[in-house]
């Protein structure tokens, strides 16, 4: 079993970056694909990207491509999300979770929580 913590939200004026980091602990990292996923207040929980155990892959929605970037460190055991061009919009709790052999989101961190001001 894997234990997810996220870290690097916080406030920021729309158009700037923010890079958010997940480290993992517990299990071996590589076992795991991992996601990010984003809950706005008022509203349901979203999937935003995704990143293959080896980092060969990645996946984007559609309200983030070209502006955020999937990447891992392996080594470090460590998961990132680097947000570019951040938009009032992108406001929420993000979240990252890891998923193996069974296809489903099983573990999940306590979230951080990210502003983007206007």
């Known amino acids: 079993q894997v234990q997810l913590v996220e870290s690097g939200g916080g406030l920021v004026q729309a158009g700037g970056s923010l890079r958010l980091s997940c480290a993992a602990s517990?299990?071996?990292?590589?076992?795991?694909?991992m996601g990010w996923f984003r809950q706005a207040p008022g509203k349901e929980r979203e999937y935003v990207a995704a990143i293959s155990w080896s980092g060969g892959t990645t996946y984007y929605a559609d309200s983030v491509k070209g502006r955020f970037t999937a990447s891992r460190d392996n080594a470090n055991s460590t998961a990132f999300l680097q947000m570019n061009s951040l938009k009032p919009e992108d406001t929420a709790i993000y979240y990252c979770a890891a998923m193996d052999s069974s296809s489903v989101w099983d573990y999940w961190g306590p979230g951080t929580q990210v502003t983007v001001s206007s």
């Open positions: 517990g299990h071996t990292f590589m076992s795991y694909d």
